[in-house]
């Protein structure tokens, strides 16, 4: 059975794994190792055995290193949180555990395995939301809602002209046409609305730069419209987007 483990995590182990090791010789050099002491064979020993984890994974089991294969995987328990919520939590967290980690080397071998454990527990349960967190980005689930819909729920405030070369849709008691063709650029960021997380799209043409929030009605064929209609859109943009802070403008199509 294949050991589901990203890429961030396989690096993680190698990090603390080399750095430990590094770190004790250093130490043990400046002593001209003088001084082995019980507490310096045992963070040895550990960092050694994380190194051998971290090769062990990468010859017999192989490393996931998309987002997408970690959307594969089940959802067991359902926490109403998603991913882009939980990434927010600051990286610095975890750097700041590896520096403690490092500067235990020189008090006792617990606490640097108390910040090892600590930062490895946190990372996977960042690295696998599918598995812990209910992930509201969930594009197939989208998907499978909006298949017994009505045409006309599904539309919402968009409207596609017979021969599909413009759409027309309503925003703040406006109406507005756009051409495919007219389509120069495409932008896309996640919002953050306290309570959820929200994609907007900017949309520039030669008149004006259009806004399309995901609350709108009609959205989710809208994005499917979109992605037909314009082949040289970036296909992965919405995994892009959830991988980036929030309020992180992404490029997702350029016209030529």
Excluded at 200 to 207: E, N, Y
Aim: with cysteine; hydrophobic share 50%; net charge negative.
């Amino acid at each position: 059975m294949k050991i589901l483990i990203t890429e961030k995590v396989y690096y993680f182990l190698s990090v603390y794994g080399w750095s430990t090791v590094i770190v004790v010789f250093i130490k043990l050099a400046l002593s001209d190792f003088q001084l082995w002491q019980y507490h310096d064979l045992i963070l040895l020993i550990l960092a050694v055995l994380i190194l051998v984890i971290h090769y062990f994974i990468k010859i017999k089991h192989g490393v996931i290193d998309t987002f997408l294969e970690e959307k594969r995987l089940p959802m067991k328990i359902y926490i109403p949180i998603n991913k882009a919520s939980f990434i927010q939590i600051p990286d610095f967290i975890g750097f700041v555990l590896w520096l403690f980690a490092l500067f235990s080397v020189m008090l006792h071998w617990s606490i640097w395995l108390v910040c090892f454990s600590i930062s490895l527990i946190g990372l996977l349960l960042i690295e696998h939301p599918h598995v812990w967190f209910k992930d509201s980005f969930d594009w197939n689930q989208r998907i499978e809602k909006i298949k017994n819909q009505h045409e006309t729920c599904i539309d919402g405030l968009f409207r596609y002209s017979a021969h599909t070369d413009s759409f027309t849709f309503y925003n703040e008691n406006q109406v507005y046409t756009v051409k495919w063709t007219d389509i120069q650029r495409i932008d896309a960021v996640m919002l953050d609305q306290f309570s959820h997380q929200e994609v907007r799209l900017f949309i520039l043409t030669p008149q004006r730069i259009h806004i399309i929030d995901e609350s709108m009605a009609g959205y989710t064929k809208f994005i499917a419209n979109l992605s037909e209609r314009l082949p040289l859109i970036n296909e992965y943009w919405l995994f892009l987007l959830m991988e980036m802070p929030v309020a992180t403008i992404v490029p997702i199509f350029q016209q030529d």
